[in-house]
């Protein structure tokens, strides 16, 4: 899935991006006066720590970025301008564990502590703990509940973990709160799939693609509800038009070959599976697809 943010709010979460740029601007991050956090640093010091690590962030040396940002956290442990640097900086290092750790400090001490999400449910995402970070979710969405951004993504988790029914009513409120919030519509479009409601689902998608033509995701399921309605015309349309503006999408691939199977066009299914696995060398169960037609030939 292709995530686009909702165009009612300002761009998601640039709260990394403003740490590493905004330290060019010191006036906007007061260095705590020396020893008055237990630091030690001497305010010029501080201050010289933090523009040498703001380079280095700024051109994408993460491993420079590090030590220089751990000395300022072990100076004001507290502050948590340093603890959401060092948060970012162990994302782009690909040291999620520890990512996880500076965003739940960053959640204890920042004043606005939503500024830490998504970011805090992410993390544990990319450690494969699904429940931590649902947990996670559900704090963010319990400090902005009417923040469609944290409706969006507790609703994902949700719906990855199997819980169809609270996942839908997650998605319905949060097109409730923000209509044209593609993602959201999507999402309650695929849950509502799951649930046997095409029609609803094919109807929130076309108002989607109304407002979003080349939204992939959108032409994905709603190719999909077409088939399922028994229109494979129309579902076809849609589908050549998700691969036409996301030529890399492993599931609009698959969905056309499933089509085309459907269809006894044994070439485009060939050409399409072929193209998924060429995406998604994991994929046996396309590869073995593919195998299985590729001896029609033979």
Known sequence: MRLHANPNSPPLRLFATVLALGAFYWGL????????AGGGLEPDKARELQEESAVMQRYGNWTKALPLTLKLHEAYPES?????????????????????????AFLERAPRPIEGCPQIGQSYEKQGLPKQAMKAFERCLAIEPTDPDQVFYLARSVEKDGQIDRAAALYARGVELSPNYSDLAVGLARVRMRQGKVEEARRL???????????????????????????????????????????????????????????????TAILHYGKAVELDKSNTDAARRLDMLRKVRQ
């Open 80 to 104: 948590h301008i340093y603890i959401g640097q060092l948060a970012d900086i162990y994302d782009h290092l690909g040291r999620f564990r520890e990512e996880a750790e500076m965003w739940e």
């Open 205 to 267: 998608l076309v108002h989607v693609l109304e407002q979003s033509p080349k939204n992939p995701d959108a032409l994905l399921v709603l190719g999909l509800a077409c088939e399922r309605l028994g229109q494979r015309q129309e579902a076809k349309n849609y589908l050549e038009r998700g691969v036409a503006v996301a030529g890399d999408y492993v599931d609009m691939h698959l969905a056309l070959a499933s089509l085309a199977e459907q269809e006894a066009d044994l070439t």
């Open 29 to 36: 991050f007061r260095v705590p006066v020396a020893g008055s």
